[in-house]
């Protein structure tokens, strides 16, 4: 009930009564006139409910974060009984606003909203209700949608860090440089070339044949870089503007820009994710990093394995591990104590914490236990 509504029917209360008690005829057509006001409020609002036509879409549904669009409305009214302005609450990305559109009889009405996304994750755009006002505005009447929320998945953007070095074999050798064959592993045979080593020479093989036949080797893959991304609710968002969601992007930039800097160098990179969508990242090559974006973009950050107890499974794959790359916003003994259990099984092991406050007395015991077993302690501060 509108404020003009509840006027309206004190003055039909009174002009009610003063018509029945003296009999006036302006008392009997003011009664009436307020009667037919209200009746067509209701009689317009009901034929608008029933015949408007509403669609909402946006330009793109997948962009990088920081990028702009348009969410796109359209309005068309069947009913000829002319109505008030129809207003839209809309749920932006920025928070909420409120639209107002004039709906015209058999008359597209569109209209179109800059939007900006300024953090990673999927995000609903648009109304989720339409409230319909009489041209009177006496009444309002709200109507639900049943078709869902355009939907914006906002990826996140990569930025530049420095490589990390691979660990290295005793004669100081790098364990990606290694391109010796297997021998442990005889694949095939082929024909003797000139500069062949003689161990490798089949000779009962080649006995047989009246040839020389040497045989063939695997030459093993090159380990992985393995990724461990804290994908449990991040900590240390405090008071700040939007902290929780930019430590959110940071986390999803960071690992991406890791990752995206191991592929350009050829190495493979692995990244299990253990949210509440656990799902697991594995590529050689740069071009899979549309689908690397996807996949730290549909993170919640809200929930799934804790952090500690994922640093304990990732043990083992220390064998076939050249290098551990560790992201989070959490550091305590026991996130400290399970990168020095990862370190200690021999890849290199960079740590990235994220975090405001870059100073805090609380993490010095921690880093510099980190920093005595090798860890490379690296800071990233949300944008």
């Known amino acids: 009930m509108t404020g ?11 002009t009610g009564l003063s018509a029945l008690s003296l009999g006036g005829p302006v008392f009997y057509f003011v009664s009436w006139a307020l009667l037919m006001m209200i009746f067509y409020a209701v009689i317009s609002l009901m034929a608008a409910r029933f015949g408007l036509q509403f669609s909402q879409r946006l330009d793109s549904h997948t962009l990088e974060r920081g990028d702009g669009g348009q969410l796109h409305v359209s309005l068309r009214l069947k009913s000829p009984l002319p109505i008030g302005p129809v207003r839209l609450p809309l ?3 920025e928070g909420q606003a409120e639209a107002v559109m004039q ?3 058999l008359r597209e009405e569109n209209a179109a909203f800059s939007l900006r996304f300024p953090h990673v994750g999927q995000w609903a755009v648009g109304t989720e209700k339409l409230i319909l006002e009489d041209f009177f505005g006496l009444i309002r009447l709200p109507v639900r949608l049943r078709a869902p929320l355009p939907q914006a998945l906002v990826l996140p953007r990569r930025f530049e860090v420095l490589p990390l070095d691979f660990a290295r074999l005793d004669e100081g050798r790098a364990i990606p440089g290694r391109s010796g064959e297997d021998v442990t592993s005889p694949e095939d045979t082929r024909s003797y070339r000139l500069g062949d080593p003689f161990k490798r020479i089949h000779w009962k093989l080649s006995v047989r044949s009246r040839e020389l036949i040497v045989r063939r080797f695997e030459i093993p893959e090159p380990p992985d870089t393995l990724i461990l991304l804290d994908c449990t609710a991040p900590l240390g968002a405090g008071d700040k503007p939007d902290g929780r969601a930019r430590l959110i992007d940071t986390l999803a930039e960071t690992a991406l820009s890791v990752a ?4 350009a160098q050829g190495q493979p990179v692995r990244m299990p994710l253990y949210g509440e969508k656990q799902s697991e990242f594995h590529a050689d090559r740069a071009e899979a990093l549309a689908l690397l974006k996807e996949e730290l973009a549909c993170q919640l950050y809200n929930g799934g394995v804790s952090f500690e107890r994922v640093l304990n499974l990732e043990l083992r794959r220390m064998r076939r591990t050249g290098a551990t790359i560790i992201i989070t916003t959490r ?3 026991a996130v400290a104590e399970g990168v020095k259990n990862i370190r200690a099984s021999g890849p290199n092991v960079r740590f990235y914490l994220i ?3 870059i100073n805090a007395p609380e993490y010095s015991p921690y880093i510099a236990l980190l920093q005595q077993n090798l860890v490379e302690v690296c800071y990233v ?3």
């Open 91 to 93: 749920r932006l990305p």
């Open 260 to 263: 995206a800097m191991q592929m």
């Open 103 to 105: 709906a015209g009889f």
């Open 4 to 14: 003009r509504l509840l006027a309206a029917l004190s003055v039909l209360g009174v």
């Open 381 to 383: 501060t949300p944008a």
């Open 355 to 357: 975090t405001f406050t």
């Open 331 to 333: 550091l305590d003994a």
